[in-house]
């Protein structure tokens, strides 16, 4: 695949205005949790990551608030929405691994149900985000306008 190819590929996005609802509670719920790590670090950061086991829970609080805050503002201005919500996943799919899956193991899958349901939802808005993009009302929207011109 060319340079060219690949850039198209990744701010590639869908041409109706349906995605901006999807970025608003993508990006703000990352956007906050990222804040909230930094302003409560006990309970949603460092201390949460050393609860869970994490060696080094201050690295690893203060690098994933880091990058909740900037994805979370990349995704709310629909700029590299489909390459952010890559590693956004990544994201949810660790918090799963090491908060919901024990919760399975122990507690039964009633239990993870309940507390899986808003990650569940978040993980398949960025599903939608990686297939479609960030729609009409983006940045990468008007990248890709602008380069057909």
Known sequence: MKIRGFKTFIIRTSTDNKAIIVRLIVGLIFLSEGVQKYLFPELLG???????????????????????????????????????????????????MTTKWPLLIDKGFWAMAHEYRTDFAMTLLLVYLLIYGGGKWSVDSKIINSSKT
Do not use: D, Q, V
């Open 46 to 96: 460092t201390g949460r990551f050393l609860k869970i086991g994490f060696s080094n829970p201050e690295f690893w609080a203060y690098f994933t608030a880091t990058f909740e805050i900037i994805s979370g503002t990349l995704i709310l201005l629909g700029l590299l929405t489909r390459l952010t919500s890559i590693p956004l996943l990544i994201i949810m799919m660790t918090a799963f």
